[in-house]
């Protein structure tokens, strides 16, 4: 009995200890006094993922292979994988769970393959990773919803492959606006170079910004080369702005029953989009919730009008119906473009019992509102030139 368990217990061992991948090395590598496990496969006739690596590799090189695709959960044994190497081999095609179980991966590389694509979410699967390589693919987009999953990576290369733009949300990421983000930001070190970039105001923002002493980035390689510009591909590139917003007037005191129409303006190049979003149900100054608002802030506004007269402004308004309390609190005209986000408080309270018509008032908005005045409402207005055609009341 005891006989048989030590016989399968060191035929365990021997197992573990032996089986390697065919046309693979399996050796032991050292980091200070721990013994690692590290395999390496680099034959061209290898022409899919190897299934038996051991399961306590902690580094797995394949290069120079066959291999064209990485399927489903290819790794999903290598719980213990710090380094995957896959670079130089023809891989055109990844599945979106290839790294599924990979918890401890702290470098990616893929230099040197046939990529198209990249499937950026599968990156939820590696919250550890720090590196990762994709230097010398096909790359030719970089898609906006790649800046979630890069989060915690501080060296990208993405150099020799056929960028075009980059999104604002990576611009966001990399070179977070002062004051916006509470979390320290990494310094990362990017390769961008070596791709037919089209030189727009945002690319012009990110190389200037890079260069600066605190810059929270470091480019590998600085020569971006133009394929084309917005401004044709010999002239230097258009700068961009980031947007500044002023609201019509800071503050707003409205009668319940009546319309109220909150105003914004917005400039910056390229010209700004214009959002409206609820902040806060509170108006006032003593942080009171006011009483009937059961909804959820922040809260997107979706219905505004908005216009632009010319370039590089654009102005945008809501109108809010029949005001009731739930109504009061602050709002937020949020400008943003591809250099920037700005945004600026709108505080709106209501006050006052319903106009001559007016339904007799809900059980909730009878509360500890001050008895208004029947005619005459305060409006604190924003300094000229913004005082004009402020708010509209019926
Ligand atoms: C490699 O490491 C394993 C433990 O991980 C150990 O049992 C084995 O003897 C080592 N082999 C060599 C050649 O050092
Ligand atoms: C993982 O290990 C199991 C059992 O040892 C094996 O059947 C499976 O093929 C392995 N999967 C991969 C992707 O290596
Ligand atoms: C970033 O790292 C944190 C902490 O290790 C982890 O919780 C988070 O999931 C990681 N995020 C991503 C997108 O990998």
């Known amino acids: ?46 022409s899919t993922v190897p299934a038996n690596v051991p399961a306590d590799t902690v580094r797995l090189r394949l290069e120079k292979t066959g291999v064209t695709r990485v399927p489903r959960a290819a790794f999903f044994n290598l719980s213990e994988l710090l380094f995957l190497w896959l670079a130089y081999n023809a891989i055109a095609w990844i599945h979106p769970s290839s790294f599924v179980n990979l918890r401890a991966l702290r470098e990616l590389r893929l230099d040197g393959n046939g990529l198209t694509a990249f499937p950026w979410e599968g990156l939820r699967d590696t919250p550890r990773l720090r590196t990762l390589g994709l230097h010398n693919n096909r790359l030719a987009s970089l898609p906006a919803h790649a800046a979630l999953f890069l989060l915690n990576v501080t060296y990208l290369d993405l150099s020799s492959n056929r960028l075009t733009a980059l999104s604002a949300e990576l611009l966001d990421l990399w070179f977070p606006i002062p004051g916006r983000e509470e979390r320290s930001v990494p310094r990362r070190i990017l390769g961008l170079h070596d791709n037919p970039w089209w030189c727009d105001c945002r690319l012009s923002l990110m190389v200037s910004l890079s260069t600066s002493p605190a810059s929270p980035v470091v480019l590998t390689d600085r020569t971006l080369t133009c394929k084309g510009s917005p401004t044709g591909t010999r002239a230097p590139f258009p700068r961009c702005a980031r947007p500044s917003v002023r609201p019509s007037a800071t503050r707003v005191v409205s009668l319940r029953g009546s319309n109220v129409i909150l105003r914004c303006h917005a400039t910056g190049y390229p010209t700004p989009t214009l959002t409206w979003v609820k902040t806060s149900k509170r108006a006032d100054c003593c942080g009171r919730d006011v009483p009937g608002g059961g909804e959820e802030v922040p809260r997107n506004l979706e219905s505004s009008l908005q216009g632009s007269p010319r370039v590089g402004v654009r102005w945008s308004l809501i109108s809010l119906d029949d005001l009731a309390s739930k109504d009061a609190g602050e709002y937020r005209c949020r400008a943003r473009n591809m250099a920037g986000i700005s945004e600026a408080p709108v505080k709106l309270t209501v006050v006052g019992v319903t106009r001559i018509s007016g339904r007799p008032p809900k059980k909730s908005q009878r509360t500890p509102l001050k008895k208004p005045k029947r005619t005459r409402m305060t409006l604190s207005l924003a300094p000229p030139p913004y005082q004009k055609k402020l708010s509209i009341y019926n």
């Open 1 to 46: 009995m005891y006989l048989v368990f030590f016989l399968h217990i060191l035929l365990d061992r021997f197992l573990v200890v032996h089986t390697c991948p065919s046309f693979c090395t399996c050796s032991n590598g050292t980091s200070g006094t721990a013994e690692l496990r590290w395999v390496q496969c680099g034959d061209p006739r290898i």
